[in-house]
């Protein structure tokens, strides 16, 4: 019988989860809203039913992000440096460091084989996070995942001189009425995001191979304006979001591995799907 590994990530906008044995075999998504031990639940219930598992099946589970204590039958918790260290290096062998662009903050990492070395982190400011982008994308009238390729078909790309977002989302709304192409105009928000991003960055004396994950990593312009400004083309895994529930189940497979290795009993949570609807 295969090993089930599962790894969950409570970030401040979206809940992951991921199930593995070889590979994912199973991932499910879904907005974090304040009732995370019941978000925790149905994420995880999903992504078994996807692979017909019962959770008695589950040989190990661990819990990352911000709401990782609300996972109540995780067996371990783990910060989400130290998952997205470990599942970037999965998806890249030679990554040292990762950029993370979340909703609520944006960190860089510095890594060596895999394990976290350094990271410096924004989590005073909306101005250098997701959260900057759907502000502003909300001002312009258009989806967010739209303003990457819209910015890509730039020609002068805007100066955006305000950092704070609630001025920024002002100042985009009064050039738009100036008669400012859209596309320049997001090409600046997204050149102003990456400059922020960049300057944080830079602290740690960016080193290739680099990695972007996160919400942010799914914009293109915004992915083509950090490599550019770091001097480096910069990778992005398969599905930018599950890198950190991905790096929690990997860790929980050294675990697993580490137990049977040195002959102790594996600490785990006796549970089963029933139980954790209790929670």
Do not use: W
């Not at 599950?242 to 929690?248: C, E, I, K, R, S």
Request: net charge neutral; proline share 5%; glycine share 10%.
């Amino acid at each position: 019988m295969p090993d089930y590994l599962a790894g969950i990530d409570i970030g401040s906008t979206m809940t992951k989860v991921v199930i593995m044995d070889n590979g994912i075999i199973s991932s499910v998504m879904g907005p974090t809203g304040p009732e995370q031990r019941r978000l925790a639940n149905k994420v995880m219930e999903e992504a078994l039913r996807r692979v017909n598992l019962s959770f008695k099946e589950i040989t190990y589970l661990v819990a990352t992000g911000y709401g990782r204590i609300n996972v109540p039958f995780a067996d371990k918790q783990i910060t989400e440096i130290t998952c997205h260290a470990k599942g970037a290096a999965h998806f890249f062998a030679e990554a040292r460091t990762i950029i993370d662009i979340g909703g609520q903050d944006s960190k860089a990492i510095k890594i060596q084989d895999g394990r976290p070395i350094d990271f410096v982190m924004n989590d005073k400011c909306a101005a250098g996070t997701g959260r900057y982008l759907e502000v502003t994308a909300d001002a312009l009238g258009i989806p967010i995942e739209k303003m990457g390729p819209t910015a890509l078909g730039a020609k002068n790309p805007a100066q955006i001189s305000n950092i704070c977002t609630v001025f920024a989302e002002q100042e985009v709304v009064a050039r738009l009425a100036e008669g400012v192409p859209l596309d320049d105009l997001v090409a600046g928000i997204l050149e102003s995001l990456a400059s922020r991003i960049s300057r944080m960055v830079n602290r740690l004396k960016v080193e290739k191979e680099l990695v972007i994950t996160g919400g942010g990593a799914k914009n293109v312009g915004l992915v083509t304006a950090l490599s550019e400004k770091l001097g480096c083309t910069a990778r992005v895994p398969p599905e930018p979001l599950l890198t950190g529930a991905v790096g929690a189940a990997l860790l929980g497979k050294d675990m697993v591995g580490k137990a049977l290795k040195q002959g102790l009993p594996l600490e785990k949570k006796e549970r089963s799907l029933r139980e954790i609807s209790l929670y």
